[in-house]
């Protein structure tokens, strides 16, 4: 058993305040949900569930996109909601009313979230509420026996994950974070070619989020201007880097095994009349922010490749999440999409030699080898997926795809150790840049199962018995780059 940098092994966890919690949960729960082994969730299949009853909690900007949503996602009752705020709630209920879907228990006020995972009128709980709620609604919904599906990051700090692994383990309930760039149509062309080999070993991957909206435009949500205020590093990783990831292998195979991670001044201090980000309005509310204006870290795995991840949410930048991946036979680059391959060995890369200009590039080779190697999934459900919408498709075709998972007892494709392998990366940038940079461990969530684990496949859904002719009905979705986050 090895310590990460922040002094914290598994063994430290358990012997800690994690441990206290799991202690007491293994006298049950309200629900008489009984707690089952300790054994790893890699590779979990829960038993089928005919039709996926849904519980959301937090209803406000994602959570009502996502209710809407899952309302017409084949095999699923959205059951139950919850949120703190009464209009909320309403809009909601008048949803489901309007679209004449049978009507949701509704749970109100702050601590209602706790009734709502006990109900047995939900199988899932799925958590769109602000950041540091979301490892208590999703430890909450496990003891309660539901699975749990948990916005990005699905927690603040690396405790909390490990509370997220253990509490996963123990009830053996899914928890899953809902990473839905990780099924964006370039992100699983990405995927599929990895997976067939056509970029030979990856070696080195760029991901981020570059978002320049966040800070310029758009109204922060409180408990989004609350954690500018009060930290640094990279809140937000998990968009560019889960894909990456997952191209890599990451926690199949290979590891992420520590990360150096630097940020430049804030906001606060960079601002001046005359930015182009200040408004007029809201000096005052960049002089407060703490979070630098542009982190960068490294994260470098123990099978020795190395990950660049941005986040910048506050300096002009059109949309990215980079989403870059270099192989030893070739590479793939988004925003635009490039991609690159040495078909025949010793042919050489064939754009090298046409210069920096990205116009150069050929796009006729770009859309050949997008067409050849489209993921299954975006050739069987890409122009429904569309037209479902959600980030261009990817949160339907998310959404579809771990109701899927839970009707025919399938492991999901992202997993508890994913989910805080990714988000602990909040914490750790955090502390690495605190230190000028110093490499900080990344701890092993898996415990020494990442070396067993086996890589994500090249997943599909059997569609010839889904009813899609409600796709569309759930109304506008979010759209890539104009949401506040996302
Ligand atoms: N994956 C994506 O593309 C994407 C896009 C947007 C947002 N998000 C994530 O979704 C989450 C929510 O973001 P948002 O923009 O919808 O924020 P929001 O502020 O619009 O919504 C949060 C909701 O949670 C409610 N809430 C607060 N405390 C609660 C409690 N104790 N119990 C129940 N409800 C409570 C609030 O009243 C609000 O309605 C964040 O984690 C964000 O990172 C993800």
Known sequence: M?????GQSRRDFLAG????????????????????GNGSMSGFRAPRLERVRVGVVGVGSRGTYALKRLAFIPGVDVAAFCDINEEAMKRCRDFLAEKKL????EFLGPEAYKGLCQWDGVDVVYACVPWKLHAPVAIEAMRGGKHAFVEVPAAMDVDSCWELVK????TRRHCMMLENCCYGENEMLALNMCRLGVLGETVYGEAGYLH???????????FRAEWYQEHRGNYYPTHGLGPVAQYMNINRGDRFDYLCSMETKSVGDLIRE???????????TFKKYKIGTYNSSLIRTVNGKVILL???CSAPHPYSRINTIQGTHGIFMDYPLRIDIEDTPGSGPHEVHR????????????????EKYMHPLWKQIGELAKKAGGHGGMDFLMDLRWVYCLQNGLPLDMDVYDLASWSCLCEITEKSQARGGEPTKIPDFTDGAWKTMQPLGIVTIDVSKMDFSNVGKAGPQQTIGHSKEG
């Not at 305040?17 to 949900?33: E, I, K, L, N, Q």
């Not at 320049?212 to 409180?222: D, I, M, V």
């Not at 005359?274 to 005052?284: A, K, S």
């Open 355 to 370: 210069g920096r200009n990205n116009e150069n590039y050929d796009s006729k080779r770009t859309a050949m080898y997008r």
């Open 17 to 36: 305040a994690g441990f206290a919690a799991m202690s007491m949960m293994a006298g049950g729960c309200a629900s008489g949900f009984k707690l089952g």
């Open 274 to 284: 005359g930015d182009p980000r200040w408004n007029g309005e809201n000096l005052e």
């Open 167 to 170: 509490t996963s383990e123990a």
């Open 2 to 6: 090895r310590n990460d940098a922040n």
């Open 212 to 222: 320049s909206g966040k800070t310029r435009g758009f109204k922060l949500s409180e």
């Open 310 to 312: 941005n986040l910048s």
């Open 102 to 105: 049978r009507p949701a228990r």
